[in-house]
């Protein structure tokens, strides 16, 4: 059974920096490629960035420079690093999983975790 958890949200200052993980386990997430989306407070899922089953990187303009991402295929496992966090970077962060399309839209991603909560005071 695919399944998606997330973990390492909190609550931290402007300026700080936190990583989140995300587990993956079942026997076809290994070729999938694994993105992070957040939803800040009364607004749509948004894309962060994704890291594909061949290493590919792309992070959205929103976030780079600050967040990176990467993949420990041995671990089954994805990190968002998030570095210099903004309040406007208060959102629930998911981790999905896509098979294939277009990788910036949420509706590609097929399985998802249940969210981890970052909160960033000013």
């Known amino acids: 059974q695919e399944q998606l958890i997330e973990s390492g949200g909190g609550l931290v200052q402007a300026g700080d920096s936190l990583r989140l993980s995300c587990a993956a386990s079942?026997?076809?997430?290994?070729?999938?490629?694994l993105g992070w989306f957040r939803q800040p407070p009364g607004k749509e899922r948004e894309f962060v960035g994704y890291?594909?089953?061949?290493?590919?990187?792309y992070v959205g303009r929103s976030v780079k420079g600050r967040f990176t991402i990467s993949r420990d295929s041995t671990k089954n496992m994805v990190y968002l690093q998030m570095n210099n966090l903004k309040p406007e970077d208060t959102a629930v962060y998911y981790c999905?999983?896509?098979?294939?399309?277009?990788?910036?839209?949420?509706?590609?991603?097929?399985?998802w975790g249940q969210g981890t909560q970052v909160t960033v005071s000013s």
């Open positions: 890291v594909s089953w061949t290493g590919a990187i």
């Open positions: 079942g026997r076809t997430l290994s070729d999938h490629t």
């Open positions: 999905g999983a896509s098979s294939g399309g277009d990788l910036i839209m949420s509706r590609y991603y097929s399985y």
